[in-house]
């Protein structure tokens, strides 16, 4: 685990790949949110920006006269069985909370890494972003995908390239804990 956070910039290349879960980072430069319906749609008709190196934000913002008043994470593993296609196409990163199953450690080995953002942050986020442009607008303002130019946003590494998991090892750590107690 590093001491000092890592600083990062986008797009991302490979320096994603030394990182290790636990590493505190802070990130700057474009970053682009997605939920459920974004996703769905970039499965459809492509994806509205370059995703090589591009970082995808699970949130569903509040966005008023053209600024960013709040951008708390959603609750990822709701894209569990929607983000490969992203890592195929080159995004180097999902940011969110509460971690991503299996499936997705699997996906993120050797080519990215999830970055957690805790959840009830909102307006600490936001303080870190200014609004770029906007896609899918049709969708609404949860659903859009929103590009936001970050400025130093601190960030956990959840889940590495290398399949190191937090999220995973709390929750084995917590069964065994619990089983401990368990009545016989």
Not at 25 to 41: F, I, K, M, Q
Not at 56 to 69: A, F, L, N, S, T
Request: aromatic share 8%; hydrophobic share 40%; glycine share 12%.
């Amino acid at each position: 685990m590093t001491a000092k956070p890592v600083q990062l910039r986008t797009p991302l290349g490979e320096e994603v790949l030394a990182l290790h879960a636990g590493d505190h980072v802070e990130l700057s430069g474009l970053v682009y949110t997605a939920r459920d319906e974004a996703h769905l749609r970039m499965q459809k008709e492509g994806i509205p920006f370059d995703p090589k190196g591009a970082v995808i934000y699970h949130c569903g913002p509040v966005i008023q006269d053209k600024r960013v008043v709040a951008a708390g994470p959603t609750t990822s593993a709701r894209m569990n069985e929607l983000s490969g296609f992203l890592f195929d196409k080159g995004v180097r990163a999902l940011i969110g909370k509460g971690g991503m199953g299996t499936r997705v450690l699997g996906q993120l080995k050797d080519k990215g890494v999830y970055l957690a953002f805790t959840g009830g942050c909102a307006a600490l986020a936001a303080d870190r972003m200014t609004l770029k442009g906007v896609f899918f607008e049709d969708l609404g303002m949860a659903e859009a995908v929103w590009v936001f130019e970050l400025d130093r946003l601190p960030l956990v590494v959840g889940i590495d390239s290398h399949g190191s998991d937090i999220f995973g090892d709390v929750s084995k750590h917590a069964e065994a804990e619990f089983g401990r107690y368990k009545k016989s």
